[in-house]
């Protein structure tokens, strides 16, 4: 019997092997990323997509930067809600030209992911968006507001990164899954907003991590799975040693050690495990971390970190 399964696209989804964001380069990327989903769907799987957008909101942050004389720069969120629309319209004409038994039925929800106004990472901005710029360039973003850090390449801008709550539009993720839609949502992570004290919500400059995202609207969805595509077919313990070892099959209990110790890399392997971590701790079935071109085989439970909360079925 099919599950419900999230999958939580990477950014090589999106792009060429090299990065490459051009139009006809991320067309391209997400035409072949939706083979392998159209492929769960035939197996009759009922799936949740949600995706990255590094490189579209940083195209659309130099756009601001270039163009900032002649029209008026837009915030971070903006950028954030426009990458949902113009991806979500890729992967829906992609996914229903893509091979399949019968016709599919694709939405996108422009989705709010609500985060704590008094979240730590508001005070300390470390997340890098955008291109590097040199020193001069930067100062004068500085005397807009903005926050920059020195790179080895560069300056570059750095936002806050807090933890999402709670995805605002679930439901309406869900009113769309009953009537037979397979959904888009979060893309990004989320439009970040907060709620004032008088209830209203406004949109902040931040970027919300996608996984951890995806862990939240896995739950909301009723998920059962949890699938982190990435670039790699699983996990690995001391990454780049010579003691280095692949992940597989993994309780909560032994991979949340393995996190604690800091043994994956809080700006790359670290954000999906700890997203696969909390999805499995807060009720989810099982999470999956692995390559796009291995989720099939991974749900079959044959490759992959496959987190469970006791011995894998």
Known sequence: M???????LGGNAMTTSDGSAAPADQWHAVRRAMTHVAALMSAGHQVVLTHGNGPQVGNLILKNQLAAHTVPPVPLDWCVAQTQGTIGNLIMNALEQAPAPEPVRVATVVTRTLVDADDPAFQRPTKPIGRYFDE?????????????????R???RVVASPDPVEVLDAPAAIA??????TVVAAGGGGVPVVRDPDGTLRGVEAVIDKDLAAAVLARAV???DLVIATDVPHAVVGFGGPDAKPVEAVTVREL??????GYFASGSMGPKVEAALRFVEQGGERAVITSLEHIGEALSGNIGTRVSRGVEE
Request: charged fraction near 40%.
């Open 2 to 8: 099919g599950k419900r399964v999230l999958i939580a």
């Open 136 to 152: 001069d360039e930067a100062r004068r973003f500085e005397e807009q507001g903005q926050t920059w850090r020195r790179f080895e």
């Open 154 to 156: 560069g300056w570059r």
């Open 176 to 181: 769309l899954m009953e009537m037979g839609y």
């Open 222 to 224: 009723r998920a059962t």
């Open 256 to 261: 949340r050690e393995s996190q604690d110790a």
